[in-house]
């Protein structure tokens, strides 16, 4: 049974960083894509960004361009996403999502058949 968990979100100053992990479990992550959306209040679900089972990462929005990456710890079966030089427009909460596929990602959440639970982002002064 396929399962992904979300962590490290909270409060952070504008201009501030933060990591947050996605840990799967059920299946090795070496055959997996992984990518991670945002939902701010009021708005739709959007992707960010995604990082494909051999590790190349496609940018999905072009405002966290610069500011935000993805990496992945196969042995730990751990996704990161690293947030640098945070705004208040990131504030959202932020879910990881899995699909099965070989040096792929895609960019549409019905693509996306496993999902974490979220976990919030708010960037405040």
């Known amino acids: 049974q396929l399962q992904l968990v979300e962590s490290g979100g909270g409060l952070v100053q504008p201009g501030g960083s933060l990591r947050l992990s996605c840990v799967l479990s059920?299946?090795?992550?070496?055959?997996?894509?992984i990518a991670w959306f945002r939902q701010a209040p009021g708005k739709e679900r959007e992707a960010v960004l995604c990082?494909?089972?051999?590790?190349?990462?496609?940018n999905y929005a072009d405002s966290v361009k610069g500011r935000f990456t993805s990496s992945r710890d196969n042995a730990k079966n751990t996704v990161y996403l690293q947030m640098n030089s945070l705004k208040p427009e990131d504030t959202a909460v932020y879910y990881c999502?899995?699909?099965?596929?070989?040096?792929?990602?895609?960019?549409?959440?019905?693509?996306?058949?496993?999902w974490g639970q979220g976990t919030q982002v708010t960037v405040s002064s």
């Open positions: 990082i494909s089972s051999s590790g190349g990462v496609t």
């Open positions: 059920g299946f090795t992550l070496d055959y997996y894509a």
């Open positions: 999502a899995a699909h099965r596929g070989f040096d792929v990602c895609y960019g549409f959440a019905a693509d996306f058949p496993s």
